[in-house]
């Protein structure tokens, strides 16, 4: 078969196959599709898919949503310029050590800068860090805060913990920490339950007080003098009286304005003993350890001052019965700088939630070596070297002999005086 005839005969087959294929039957036979007389379907064709396209909502190749479709939803994640989304909020607790020298204790005090506390610290930290909003740093109910103990003026802590609403943003602890002076630290964090309140769920907290030695000497003997060494006997005899605190009393007399029928003035100790001597800078000190569900403001300084009086000579060993009677005795109250608060105990929450597998004990027993380390930077030089230069421990000492611990709080003041009241309600705050 000659060309002419092949090429007559693939002209019969387009013009009979046109109707379906009018331009690939152009294409394999290697015509242009404009070739010939007859005009192309093409535009026609074209314009019938571009309106099918239209029908089922798709403009340029891309699909466009109706308007009844959430298109919010829809494009939420790939909008350009979208801001990084914050990490959610979780309930969490804070492990906290600090030395409270120079600071009007833990609480803050919105909307008063005149005393500065460790909480005003942490909450600046806490904004800066982009942990809380600065909102919430005004206005602490926001973030659920609460701490376990509100510790007072020149008290440290070396195991305070709070619990609070957080975003759990990376290396959080390092980022907080940052924004804190070296004397507070951020030692842990955990995650709780939705409703954990550290002070509601704080069943136990453990103090200690921090003295030199020479405090336990007779009145005799010079209240300045560091050479004094704590004996085996005066030791022993110190541990038998704070022994005595040990159990339930009514301790209305070792803080202000409790009344001694008041139930808030029953306070149980569980333990209370001195630990045996060691010496700093060739001064002698000595660590008394105290443990109890709760206690009163100034309570802890004045069951050391009034142990102390009985040691010294100053009062009789039966103040301490009378202490708990209903009648008023003048209790005198240690110094502040000594006082520590160590360890809160959480012993319920932990046998309800430390092993059900979803949330972890609060023990802190990973962090104890963090903790003794602070101790030993921050704590323990603070209190060794005030102690040396302001004399505060000897400065109280020498106000034992005015007072009369037969007498009631009142007449000891003298006639007409006031008897201070503290600065805060019943709490946590020794």
């Not at 005009?39 to 314009?47: E, F, G, N």
């Not at 306070?267 to 109890?292: H, N, Q, S, T, W």
Request: net charge positive; hydrophobic share 35%.
């Amino acid at each position: 078969m000659g060309v002419p005839r092949l090429l007559a005969a693939a002209g019969a087959l387009w013009r009979a196959c046109r109707p379906w294929t009018p331009l690939l039957g152009r294409r394999l036979l290697g015509l242009s599709p404009m070739a010939g007389n007859a005009k192309s379907p093409a535009p026609v064709v074209a314009r019938q898919e571009q309106e099918k396209k239209a029908r089922c909502g798709w403009q340029g190749g891309a699909r466009v949503w109706e308007e009844s479709e959430p298109q919010t939803k829809k494009l939420k994640s790939c909008e350009v310029g979208e801001p990084h989304r914050k990490p959610p909020k979780r309930k969490v607790v804070l492990l906290m050590a600090y030395s409270g020298k120079g600071y009007h204790g833990m609480q803050r005090n919105v909307g008063s800068s005149q005393f500065k506390t460790i909480e005003d610290d942490l909450v600046s930290a806490l904004v800066r860090a982009g942990c809380i909003p600065e909102n919430h740093g005004e206005d602490m109910k926001k973030m659920s805060f609460q701490r376990c103990a509100r510790t007072d003026k020149g008290v440290s802590a070396a195991g305070q913990v709070v619990s609070l609403k957080v975003r759990l943003i990376d290396d959080i602890l390092a980022k907080i920490n940052s924004h804190l002076p070296s004397h507070i630290r951020i030692l842990g964090l955990k995650r709780v339950t939705g409703g954990f309140n550290s002070k509601k769920k704080c069943d136990g907290r453990t103090y200690f007080y921090m003295l030199p030695t020479f405090a336990f000497a007779h009145r005799d003997h010079d209240v300045q003098d560091e050479t004094y060494r704590l004996s085996a006997e005066t030791l022993q005899q110190v541990n038998q009286l704070l022994a005595r605190y040990k159990g339930t009393h009514n301790f209305h007399n070792f803080t202000s304005q409790k009344c001694p029928w008041e139930p808030s003035a029953q306070r149980y100790i569980l333990d209370m003993f001195c630990e045996a001597p060691f010496e700093r800078d060739a001064m002698e000190f000595a660590v008394i350890k105290v443990k109890g569900q709760s206690f009163m403001t100034h309570q802890i300084r004045k069951m050391v001052g009034l142990v102390v009086a009985i040691v010294k000579g100053y009062a009789p060993e039966d103040v301490l019965e009378r202490s708990w009677g209903e009648a008023k005795v003048d209790v005198p109250k240690a110094p502040g700088l000594g006082l520590v608060l160590e360890r809160v105990h959480f012993e319920r929450y932990n046998r309800r939630y430390g092993s059900d597998g979803l949330h972890e004990p609060l023990d802190w027993a990973q962090e104890e070596a963090e903790v003794t380390a602070f101790k030993e930077q921050h704590i323990y030089p603070t209190i060794v070297n005030t102690e040396r230069h302001e004399r505060s421990m000897a400065q109280w000492l020498s106000t034992l002999p005015m007072h009369d611990f037969s007498a009631t709080a009142q007449a000891a003041a003298g006639p007409g005086a006031k008897v201070p009241s503290p600065q805060e309600g019943d709490g946590h705050s020794d």
